[in-house]
């Protein structure tokens, strides 16, 4: 290690291809859009919180500087707003349901193909990818 070089402090920069695997495949390709975008208005933004909840994508940048902060919020809002329509395991169009379409419980985005096998507890995402339960494959 060179010590005239500057040592950063604090976590390591993140974007959001640092973090897919927070999420299913389904919403890898929104989200990779979402990363040029923003990268045309701020190349350094960094990326503090990316998860599913309620059955949309949550995002929580940081670092935009001030001038790109509104349309960085922007993109961001449209990108969660559309997730709720995009199956998360397969990308699919898709939208907001509970297992087996219960009242209360687990909320996701979902297709119909996928609903069925998500409600059959067939179908689960881990580490960003989609696992079978029942043959054991990705």
């Known amino acids: 290690m060179d010590m005239d070089e500057p ?3 604090g976590p390591p920069a993140r974007q959001l291809p640092d973090q897919l695997r927070a999420v299913g495949p389904g919403w890898h390709s929104l989200l990779l859009r979402l990363h ?3 990268l045309l208005l701020d190349p350094g933004y960094q990326l503090d919180d990316l998860k599913e909840k309620l059955g949309g994508v949550r995002i929580r940048i940081v670092g935009t500087s001030a001038p790109a902060c509104a349309d960085a919020r922007a993109l961001v809002a449209a990108a969660e707003e559309q997730s ?3 199956c998360e395991f397969c990308g699919a169009s898709g939208r907001r349901r509970t297992r ?3 009242k209360g419980g687990w909320i996701k985005a979902v297709c119909d193909d996928c609903h069925r096998a998500w409600s059959n507890h067939t179908i689960v995402i881990i580490n960003g990818s989609v696992h079978n339960r029942e043959t054991g494959r990705r």
């Open 7 to 9: 040592q950063a402090c």
């Open 100 to 102: 087996s379409d219960t």
């Open 36 to 38: 040029e975008q923003l």
């Open 84 to 86: 709720a329509t995009i």
